[in-house]
T-cell receptor
Framework: QKEVEQNSGPLSVPEGAIASLNCTYS??????FFWYRQYSGKSPELIMF????GDKEDGRFTAQLNKASQYVSLLIRDSQPSDSATYLC?????????????FGQGTTLQVKP | DTAVSQTPKYLVTQMGNDKSIKCEQN?????MYWYKQDSKKFLKIMFS???????INETVPNRFSPKSPDKAHLNLHINSLELGDSAVYFC???????????????FGEGSRLTVL
């Protein structure tokens, strides 16, 4: 069983739509959750982190966490072609404070003009 | 100024050779990592050092040997390269005392290794 699972996509949405990216994780002890964006040929960069149940909003991005369901999601409102990238969900490994992240395989998002 | 820099960015080499990748960060972080990203974009942790001490050592062939001369530098040496070692290797850094933020990694640009 994969520790962090994402649908690899591609997820295709029209410009201006809401893109919804989902992630599930297996370790109930995980405390913090991260969304990274990776453009083709580039390195991952952090978009958002969340550690409390509920929603966290930052501009056009909203992260949602449901620890009971072991589910994390990222919503991108008013999607732009520049949002086209692979989105990696990452989970801090259990109670570890080492910064060890377990990544999902990523969801490729395509925003079409 | 580049925050996390890796050299070289590209390596093409034959099976059986030995190669090294170097990483340096100027962010003042105390923890550095090596991650491997395979052709399917799966990013997997290999090693981590905190203030020169090895704290994460995943199930990686012992042909891979990390070394951290100081907290700003982390190198990766690979012996007897195999075809399956072809991947992009990312160096990353963070501060260990960031609390819930731990896991905010700053990645280098990656070193693409191709083994022929």
């Amino acid at each position: 069983q994969k520790e962090v699972e994402q649908n690899s996509g591609p997820l295709s949405v029209p410009e201006g739509a809401i893109a919804s990216l989902n992630c599930t994780y297996s370790d109930r002890g995980s405390q913090s959750f991260f969304w990274y964006r990776q453009y083709s040929g580039k390195s991952p960069e952090l978009i958002m982190f969340i550690y409390s149940n509920g929603d966290k909003e930052d501009g056009r991005f909203t992260a949602q966490l449901n620890k009971a369901s072991q589910y994390v999601s990222l919503l991108i409102r008013d999607s732009q072609p520049s949002d086209s990238a692979t989105y990696l969900c990452a989970v801090n490994a259990g109670s570890s404070n080492t910064g060890k992240l377990i990544f999902g395989q990523g969801t490729t998002l395509q925003v079409k003009p | 100024d580049t925050a996390v820099s890796q050299t070289p960015k590209y390596l093409v080499t034959q099976m059986g050779n030995d190669k090294s990748i170097k990483c340096e960060q100027n962010l003042g972080h105390d923890t550095m990592y090596w991650y491997k990203q395979d052709s399917k974009k799966f990013l997997k942790i290999m090693f981590s050092y905190n203030n020169k001490e090895l704290i994460i050592n995943e199930t990686v062939p012992n042909r891979f040997s990390p070394k951290s001369p100081d907290k700003a530098h982390l190198n990766l040496h690979i012996n007897s390269l195999e075809l399956g070692d072809s991947a992009v290797y990312f160096c990353a850094s963070t501060n260990s005392y960031s609390g819930p933020n731990t896991g905010e990694l700053f990645f280098g640009e990656g070193s693409r290794l191709t083994v022929l």
